[in-house]
């Protein structure tokens, strides 16, 4: 029941939110705090509705099954433009210490979808081979001026590790009825290869969990337990 309702256990796969949230982090998800109120328990529960700021655990709108964990930059209604690796949210240019840039200047790709998603949507995205067909085709619908506006229902979400962040940028919004969460501690870190998610066979699988054996100890972080989300 806690599971199903309440709360959810993830682990962070890949370096997008770094270093918010490191590969390898392991974090309970409130599931009841964006979820729609009820009358029986409503005033028992902290309801609320989703904040610039927040980091929530979603499925992902382009790829069907798959969890994202990513930071929400825009709510119904705000009018988003990024431009020379600065954020614009209403006309202000937001104060964003969890962000960084981490890129090798020398990987052309990155270079191009660095040049797309820090003045987007001025640039249009002709040539951004990594853009979800859908999104390419909805982009032009959203935009107002050099402004993106974010519909309805909806939110924009970007991951704090800007240069390796497959987010909002280049799939668009995520509906609301695809938010699961807001994570809200770390009760393990150990150690993880960036490419460990990839490794589907059991053999890969089975050898991981004798490396965890191992080195639980010498490879757990032990500092990052029980560190709040934020």
């Known amino acids: 029941f806690i599971i199903t309702f309440v709360l959810q256990a993830f682990e962070i796969p890949s370096s997008s939110m770094e270093n918010t949230l490191l590969i390898g982090d392991h974090v309970f998800v409130n599931r009841e705090q964006f979820a729609p109120a009820t009358h029986w328990v409503g005033p028992?529960?902290?309801y609320r509705d989703i904040r610039h700021g927040d980091i929530v655990v979603f499925l992902s709108p382009s790829e069907q099954g798959l969890f994202v964990v990513k930071r929400i930059i825009g709510v119904p209604g705000d009018r988003i433009h990024l431009r020379d690796a600065g954020v614009y949210r209403n006309g202000q240019k937001l104060d964003e210490p969890y962000a960084q840039h981490v890129g090798n200047p020398n990987d052309l790709y990155l270079?191009?979808?660095r040049s797309y998603s820090e003045n987007f949507p001025a640039v249009p995205p002709r040539n951004i081979d990594n853009l979800a067909p859908k999104w390419q085709a909805e982009l032009p619908s959203h935009i107002e001026g050099e402004d993106l506006i974010v519909p309805p229902e909806s939110y924009f979400a970007m991951g704090d590790?800007?240069?390796?962040?497959?987010?909002?940028?280049?799939?668009g919004f995520i509906p609301k009825s695809?938010?699961?969460?807001?994570?809200?501690?770390?009760y393990?870190?150990?150690?993880?290869?960036p490419d460990q998610y990839q490794m589907s066979s059991w053999g890969d699988r089975l050898g991981f969990v004798a490396h965890i054996i191992i080195h639980f100890f010498d490879e757990t972080r032990w500092s990052r337990t029980l560190r709040i989300v934020k």
């Open 188 to 193: 393990w870190s150990f150690t993880t290869p």
């Open 111 to 113: 270079e191009e979808r």
């Open 178 to 186: 695809n938010v699961i969460g807001r994570p809200m501690f770390i």
């Open 161 to 171: 590790n800007r240069d390796v962040s497959y987010d909002s940028r280049f799939w």
């Open 44 to 46: 028992l529960m902290p």
